[in-house]
């Protein structure tokens, strides 16, 4: 066994393990930890592969903005875990039947005649100024240019849709539009009343 094997069986080893453990653990926090420690370990797969820009993208938008907020949120509410905990048997067979499907379909597509050492062999040495970044971007915008369109598109609907069902607006909650407050003028707001002054009676006037 090669060097380059024996740290990807070593991270592989890691990656199933903390894959396994986001699943199963009984705690929210720790099934994140163990998330972040797949991602981690994902990156070290990455890096193998010489796709230094993907690995640090990894590290970066899910470790250190997805993952970290999530961690937040969820120790933030207080959630009641006997509640995630009902109809877990009921649903069992059905959860069961679908993971044997899923493995199924990932080992017919991830194996060896697809994914075999002899298609896809070890990566070959690039020279020092070759850059992994310009080769994804050139990929991106040529080969998969309509497939990254399309994903596009389909975010971009999500995006709307998403602040279409949350922008409810409440009858009983007050609402200022500030289109409306711009436009008002003083004499809406503003009445000046002239009145007579009035002279305060000095100590002893009026007295009976």
Do not use: C
Not at 44 to 69: K, R, S
Not at 75 to 98: C, H, Q, S, T
Not at 125 to 139: Q, V
């Amino acid at each position: 066994m090669t060097y380059t094997s024996a740290i990807f069986y070593f991270f592989a080893a890691i990656l199933v393990f903390a894959g396994l453990r986001v699943i199963t653990a009984r705690n929210q926090v720790h099934a994140a930890l163990f998330l972040v420690l797949a991602f981690f370990t994902a990156a070290g797969l990455w890096m193998l592969l010489e796709a230094e820009f993907l690995a640090i993208t990894l590290v970066l938008v899910y470790v250190g903005a997805v993952m970290v907020l999530f961690l937040f949120v969820v120790m933030m509410l207080d959630i009641n875990l006997d509640k995630f905990r009902e109809g877990f048997w009921d649903y069992l067979p059905l959860a069961g039947f679908v993971s044997v499907l899923l493995v199924i379909e990932m080992a017919l597509i991830l194996g060896s005649r697809h994914f075999g050492l002899e298609v896809m062999g070890t990566p070959a040495p690039h020279a020092a100024d070759y850059s992994n970044t310009k080769e994804l971007g050139r990929l991106l915008y040529t080969d998969y240019v309509y497939a990254f369109e399309l994903a596009a598109v389909i975010l971009l609907v999500a995006i709307v849709a998403a602040i279409a069902l949350t922008l409810r607006r409440r009858k009983d909650s007050k609402y200022i539009d500030p289109a409306e407050q711009v436009k008002v003028k003083r004499n809406d707001r503003l009445r000046i009343i002239k009145m007579q002054a009035v002279k305060k009676p000095e100590a002893g006037e009026g007295g009976a």
